[in-house]
């Protein structure tokens, strides 16, 4: 399966972008994860989607949501007040799963990221 995230940008405190995942083979049956990470750290797990349900971390409930279009194999993360700690490279994940998980390493299939700069 390959990933290809896009959708980042720079914007100003409060502002809002949506990133897009799009994958090379049908992944509606699998979990699809968003991570991110900053220079010297390591994955944050942020948001899952899978099994009809959405799952965020803390930090980003009531601000990101997680949605996707099985027909476009794409999933999406609409990112709105998006506050100066949200500046990362996001990376858009999945795997043989059919259960959530946050864990970084029990997603097998990885995109290339894409940059969110908040200033």
């Known amino acids: 399966v390959q990933l290809v995230e896009s959708g980042g940008g720079s914007v100003q405190v409060g502002g809002s972008l949506t990133l897009s995942c799009v994958a090379s083979?049908?992944?509606?049956?699998?979990?699809v994860g968003w991570f991110r990470q900053v220079p010297g750290k390591g994955r944050e797990w942020v948001s899952t989607i899978g099994g009809g349900a959405t799952f965020y971390v803390d930090s980003v409930k009531g601000r990101f949501t997680i949605s996707s279009d099985n027909a476009k194999n794409t999933v999406y993360l609409q990112m709105n007040s998006l506050k100066s700690e949200d500046k990362a490279l996001y990376y858009c994940a999945t795997g043989f799963l059919w259960r959530f998980t946050a864990t970084e390493l029990e997603y097998n299939y990885w995109g290339q990221g894409t940059q969110v700069t908040v200033s």
């Open positions: 083979e049908d992944i509606s049956t699998f979990f």
